[in-house]
């Protein structure tokens, strides 16, 4: 029988839904992490970063930390400018979602050990942008940390926007962020909304990966925890991320292809 991590492996490189999680739930997080790094050793996909998200409150008991991280890989990483459109990637008949975010792209290898927040603008820049949130398991977020670990932090791409000012960072209510989706906004929030700000996710990041034996290196990015909340979307629509004088861009929601289909 297939393993969990074979079969998100599988499902994602086929577009293909899964109607139910795939083998048993991990109960904790050393499981879920481990399922993980089985499904990078799996994929032949390039690792170009990763993404930070906190744990809600009532899953705390049981995965006892207050973030979590997945893998973002490199050809769903898009550079999109101030004004300009992309076109995003989700899987049909599972979760697809957008979220306004903070962006790190490190300028050099991160330290190696623990790295205090107010370290990170020392080898990163920070820009706007946004994460594809995006699985074939369509309950994966209501099934919680053990599900979204599992299956590639329910990552499915990342968008990377205007740089913003050393000055501006760190002023974190001042970063303003809107999405709106049909032309109508549905979010608005700031980097305040991350807890500690976006640089605390990075240490954050730092410190979760060093325990696996990883470091972050020079060109990775960070999505460091959405600010305006996890919007859904479905297939056809169009948006729209707003980051108040520091730019925008927008974006049109299409569904992935079977690697087979696309090579076709």
Same mark, same amino acid.
């Given at each position: ?35 993980? @790094?089985?499904?990078? +050793? #799996? *994929?032949?996909?390039?690792?170009? =970063?990763?993404?930070? &998200?906190?744990?809600? $409150?009532? %899953? ?40 306004? @975010?903070?962006?790190? +792209? #490190? *300028?050099?290898?991160?330290?190696? =050990?623990?790295?205090? &927040?107010?370290?990170? $603008?020392? %080898? ?141």
């Amino acid at each position: 029988m297939p393993s969990t991590a074979e079969e998100f492996v599988a499902a994602r490189r086929e577009a293909r839904a899964l109607a139910g999680f795939p083998g048993v739930l991990p109960d904790s997080l050393s499981a879920a992490y481990a399922v993980q @790094e089985e499904t990078l +050793r #799996l *994929t032949p996909r390039r690792l170009a =970063g990763w993404k930070v &998200a906190g744990i809600p $409150p009532a %899953f705390r008991e049981r995965y006892d930390a207050p973030r979590l991280v997945g893998p973002v890989f490199a050809d769903a990483v898009q550079q999109v400018e101030d004004g300009g459109s992309v076109e995003v990637f989700v899987y049909r008949g599972g979760f697809a979602a957008i979220e306004a @975010e903070f962006v790190v +792209r #490190l *300028t050099a290898d991160a330290p190696e =050990g623990l790295v205090a &927040a107010a370290e990170i $603008p020392g %080898f990163a820049t920070l820009h706007a942008g946004s994460e594809i949130a995006s699985s074939p398991l369509a309950s994966i977020n209501d099934l919680g940390p053990g599900a979204v670990i599992s299956d590639h932090g329910n990552n499915a791409g990342a968008l990377i926007g205007p740089a913003i000012p050393p000055p501006a960072d760190g002023d974190w209510e001042r970063l303003i962020s809107r999405t709106l989706i049909g032309g109508e906004c549905v979010g608005e929030g700031s980097a305040a909304r991350v807890a500690g700000g976006p640089y605390e996710s990075v240490a954050f990041l730092i410190a979760q990966l060093a325990s696996r034996g990883r470091r972050l290196k020079a060109g990775d990015i960070v999505l460091t925890g959405m600010t305006t909340g996890v919007h859904d979307v479905r297939i056809g629509d169009e948006a729209r991320i707003e980051f108040p004088g520091v730019g925008g861009f927008g974006l049109r929601v299409k569904a992935r292809a079977s690697e087979r289909s696309a090579a076709a």
